[in-house]
């Protein structure tokens, strides 16, 4: 049965070669006086792609500040100097130049900028934003969805606390997707990406709420698109169709689309992951495929039809005698397609080895980050969250 949903997607997406040229013509058309251009370092700097969006702006005539120096898993530190510069420059307008952790970055700026008190209360879910400052967006990392969702997360310094939060107030205003601004990544990142943009998808398909024939449709093709590319952009990490399939599925698959219909999705390994990254600041999208497997393992029972569709739909596995033995088939097809690209299927593979007290520690503020439970495909306690990180570093 499906279920009623609320659907928005007010980004305005230009796609396509060279599309970084725009920034200062879509800039113009908001009305902005200046703006923060936020990013990272390194490669927009080294390929010219900062210096092109600040001609691109000068051609305007729009004045601009900058700040760079965000990482993986962006800092709530930068988020504070960045609030700091946008009072003090008078900014009314972000423009985030990078991949996910550039564009979440740039959305806690602009929560930050437009609420009183601390911006960390909305991640921390004490209080709920009612404004935030406009952004754009110059993708240069297929991955996060960022670019046209509602979510971001941020890591606070002091104890590395990973949250997330969601609003429809930050969505961005524009996004500039351009495939060839992604050829330059390590073949890791790449993976990575392809990663994270599977996971956006599976982890709304794995729910036992309502479910819509024609989301499930899109949800499967976008997948098997995504595995499809993944292979190709190993061996030609230059082909512009596969980094153009990559980056627009990367695009649907956290704006909320593959979620039409269901109860919202289930985000438990999401979950798992935060506390990975916030403890050892391993890379998204890798942190997932080390935890999805045991996850997968541990609930499918609970969720037996999805996992059965899943091998069968998107995985390509004829069906079984059983619906369970099918399910089963999926889960190791999918793993294998992880090693595949090189992505790590457990914690050793990932190339961390906690102890049991960090396990449990994980455990404990991934259940209190959750309000105690989370999941769709099995509604998982901190005890469940315990036995699934002991199966990812093989002690269970």
Not at 85 to 98: M, P, R, T
Not at 262 to 282: K, Q, R
Not at 328 to 343: D, P, V
Not at 383 to 393: N, P, V
């Amino acid at each position: 049965m499906m279920f009623p949903f609320h659907y928005c997607t007010p980004t305005n997406i230009i796609f396509g070669k060279e599309t970084e040229s725009h920034a200062g013509a879509l800039l113009k058309r908001t009305g902005c006086k200046k703006v923060l251009i936020h990013y990272g370092g390194g490669s927009v700097l080294r390929s010219g792609l900062l210096a092109r969006i600040q001609a691109s702006l000068d051609e305007q005539k729009i004045s601009y500040v900058t700040l760079g120096g965000v990482v993986p898993n962006p800092r709530l530190s930068l988020v504070y100097e960045g609030i700091r510069l946008c009072e003090q420059e008078q900014v009314d307008f972000i423009l985030a130049v990078g991949g996910g952790s550039v564009i979440d970055s740039a959305k806690a700026i602009g929560y930050g900028i437009t609420n009183e008190g601390d911006v960390w209360d909305f991640y921390e879910h004490t209080r709920q934003a009612v404004a935030c400052l406009p952004v754009g967006v110059v993708l240069t990392i297929s991955a996060s969805g960022s670019e046209m969702s509602n979510s971001s997360v941020i890591t606070k310094d002091e104890g590395m606390v990973k949250r997330g939060y969601n609003n429809d107030l930050c969505r961005p205003v524009f996004a500039i997707l351009n495939p060839e601004l992604t050829m330059t990544l390590p073949p890791y990142q790449t993976a990575c990406g392809c990663t994270d943009i599977l996971m956006h998808t599976m982890e709304r398909y794995f729910t036992n709420g309502g479910n819509m024939e024609l989301t499930d449709a899109i949800a499967e093709g976008l997948m098997r698109t995504v595995m499809k590319n993944a292979r190709i952009l190993l061996d030609d990490p230059s082909n512009y169709e596969a980094r153009a399939e990559i980056m627009w599925a990367g695009s649907l698959s956290h704006n909320g689309l593959t979620g039409c219909g269901n109860d919202g999705g289930d985000f438990a390994s999401h979950g798992l992951e935060h506390e990975l990254g916030g403890m050892f600041d391993v890379a998204h999208g890798a942190g997932l495929a080390a935890v999805w497997g045991s996850w997968a393992r541990y609930v499918y029972k609970d969720c037996l039809h999805r996992f059965s569709r899943f091998a069968v739909q998107v995985m390509g596995i004829a069906a079984q005698q059983s619906e369970e033995e099918t399910a089963l088939k999926g889960i190791e097809a999918m793993e294998a397609f992880y090693r595949s690209i090189q992505m790590p299927v457990n914690l050793d593979e990932l190339g961390i080895h906690p102890t049991d007290e960090q396990l449990k520690t994980m455990a404990h503020m991934c259940s209190v980050a959750a309000g105690g439970s989370k999941g769709s495909a099995k509604k998982l306690l901190e005890e469940d969250m315990l036995h699934i990180y002991r199966m990812a570093a093989g002690t269970e």
